[in-house]
């Protein structure tokens, strides 16, 4: 039986992760983010570079329900997500780390996974107070299962140590270590090598690479580290004044005069 056009449509619309349609962000006269489109399929690894100012995280937090776009809309697997707040966006999988780090400093390493488990718990809060049976197992899951996290992601020798007093490098893994405890389908990653030297920036390149493919994940990433982000995405967008000057792979990418006029000549260590 030949297969229509229509259906082909429809089996690789199953394949995009994250889509949007003319997402514009404006703050009063300033349009940050310019009909903005994306689409991300399953397994991939996307970045959006650009500039400083160019919208790059704007967008980030449209995705993730921090703004609601001024227009356009934003699709999760087919699932309109336009506007809707950041948590539920979160229960299904979405998790995002940040340009500057946001751990509850004051914890232990263990703790910090733990509470990012919870958020997914099954168990409402009474049955968790009254210790039944079915919280009693979910408990103990969780907490076998961020053991397993903080030992796949290096932490483990850490994990009673106050999350403060790690080195940065430590810190941005337990970001991320942090982010994947929700068990998210999509991870949005906001300049995960900001502040790292280029041996932990080199180390950073081949966990991501190698996070994506253990916990089958999509991957979209923000980053100024041109060598990180031509090493790793498969898709590139470039922002520039909120606009989309430039996508495609790594090679039309380097190979775009726009781009590189705009943006690839720079410090890569330029803050965001």
Avoid: C, W
Avoid at 1 to 24: C, F, P, S
Avoid at 80 to 86: F, S
Avoid at 101 to 122: G, P, Q, Y
């Amino acid at each position: 039986m030949k297969t229509t056009d229509k259906a082909i449509d429809q089996i690789i619309d199953k394949n995009i992760v994250l889509r949007t349609e003319n997402m514009t962000m404006q703050f009063g006269g300033v349009v940050a983010v310019d009909n903005l489109h994306l689409t991300i399929r399953e397994h991939q690894i996307v970045a959006l570079i650009g500039p400083n100012g160019a919208g790059k995280t704007t967008a980030f937090n449209m995705i993730t329900g921090v703004y609601t776009p001024s227009s356009g809309k934003i699709f999760l697997q087919g699932e309109d997500i336009t506007g809707m707040k950041p948590d539920k966006i979160t229960r299904m999988g979405v998790a995002r780390t940040f340009q500057n780090i946001r751990l509850f400093k004051d914890l232990t390493v263990f703790e910090n996974i733990i509470i990012a488990k919870h958020f997914s718990m099954k168990s409402n809060v009474l049955s968790a107070t009254l210790r039944l049976p079915g919280a009693v197992r979910e408990e103990k899951r969780m907490r076998e299962e961020s053991e397993a996290l903080l030992e796949r992601m290096g932490l483990a020798d850490v994990r009673n140590d106050i999350a403060n007093s790690l080195p940065y490098g430590q810190q941005r893994h337990l970001e991320i270590a942090r982010a994947l405890a929700t068990s998210p389908n999509l991870l949005l990653l906001d300049e995960p090598a900001a502040g790292m030297n280029p041996q932990e920036t080199e180390d950073l390149t081949a966990s991501i690479k190698q996070i994506q493919q253990d916990f089958n994940l999509t991957v979209f990433l923000i980053e100024h580290h041109m060598d990180l982000v031509m090493e790793i995405s498969d898709r590139i967008y470039v922002l520039d004044f909120g606009q989309t000057i430039g996508k495609g792979t790594p090679g039309e990418i380097q190979n775009n005069q726009r781009v590189v006029e705009a943006y690839l000549g720079v410090d890569d260590d330029a803050e965001n």
